[in-house]
């Protein structure tokens, strides 16, 4: 394998040179307007280091991928429980489809679909308040990326409660299959804080290396959650495109509408790729290119 630096700089040239970004998701008007020619990634390594390329600095509205940071607080509150009221099966559907959760009568098919999502943080929010819950997931990406420099941008998660009416008919279907403990409102105002918390690919690839299991991680997370974790997002990390991603990169990853990745190498590296251009399945165009080189270039496919 080449040098590593090299590689990454290499594909930052690369995704510039090719210029096919994609468009920024339309539906949350605060990350409309946001430029698509934007591109970051970074990479830590189990000898401790971390490599970046491009605007590594910037932060990002990491989005879904919270959705790993809210599996891993719930399943540490309350293990296999959660499982009553969530599947763990890939949908072959959009992130936020309705007609699913009709077929699978109120039950989301896993946890990083936006229903999914919605029961997991509703599980986590009953016993207590939503100030409580966001800060228990930010408390716990704190510790896995070891910087208390992570925010939740409150613009973004305005924007989103202010046009969220397909995240709102979600959360009242589940409702009436009582698979919901909480008011509807109360729990959308959490998760939707929950999306918009920012990060930047440096900070995302730090708290990945506890699913990554690198030798320097913090010890947050018990292996068995990271397995399990790890085993979603490879199954069910982008969507309808989970199967593509598979394909292409051979890593358990999750992706955001804000165009973020995070990848896992498992016992290699943890990655964390920014372009905020999307393609047709909400999935981050140019950062989805970016695995595939790098994943490619490395050799690090899990097959
Ligand atoms: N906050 C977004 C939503 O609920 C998350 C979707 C995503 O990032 O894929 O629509």
């Known amino acids: 394998m080449a040098d590593l630096a090299e590689i990454i700089s290499g594909i930052n040239e690369r995704i510039h040179e090719e210029a096919d970004w994609g468009v920024p998701a339309q539906y949350i008007p605060e990350l409309a307007g946001i430029p698509a020619d934007q591109f970051a990634i970074s990479v830590c390594t189990a000898n401790g280091r971390t490599y970046s390329a491009g605007s590594s600095h910037v932060p990002f509205s990491i989005q879904s991928i919270s959705k790993v940071f809210a599996l891993v607080t ?43 999502a919605i029961v997991t943080t509703d599980a986590l929010l009953s016993g207590r308040e939503p100030r409580q819950a966001i800060a228990e997931i930010l ?27 397909r995240n709102r008919a979600l959360a009242h279907y589940l409702l009436s299959h009582d698979n919901l403990d909480n008011d509807p409102e109360k729990l959308l105002g959490t998760y ?20 990554a299991d690198l030798p320097n991680a913090p ?43 995070l990848i896992v190498a498992p016992r290699k590296a943890s990655i964390a790729i920014w372009s905020p251009g999307l ?9 989805t290119r970016a695995a595939a080189m790098l994943s ?4 690090w496919s899990v097959f």
Request: hydrophobic share 35%.
């Open 219 to 261: 010890n947050v997370i018990s292996r068995t959650h990271a397995r399990r974790v790890n085993a979603l997002m490879m199954s069910c990390g982008h969507y309808d495109a989970s199967g593509e991603f598979s394909y292409q990169v051979g890593l358990p990853g999750k992706s955001g509408v804000g165009g973020g990745i």
């Open 192 to 211: 939707f804080h929950q999306c918009a918390i920012e990060m930047t690919t440096d900070q995302l690839a730090m708290s990945g290396r506890c699913l």
């Open 74 to 116: 719930t399943l540490g509150r309350i293990g296999d429980q959660l499982w009553t009221r969530v599947g763990r099966e890939p949908t072959g559907t959009a992130f936020d489809a309705i007609s699913i959760l009709e077929t699978d009568a109120g039950r989301p098919r896993n946890p990083f679909i936006n229903a999914g």
């Open 296 to 299: 490619h270039q490395t050799g």
């Open 279 to 287: 393609d047709g399945y909400g999935n981050s165009k140019a950062g």
């Open 139 to 165: 408390g716990l990406i704190r510790a896995m990326a070891e910087s208390d420099e992570v925010y939740i941008n409150a613009k973004v998660a305005r924007s989103e409660k202010e046009t969220g009416a």
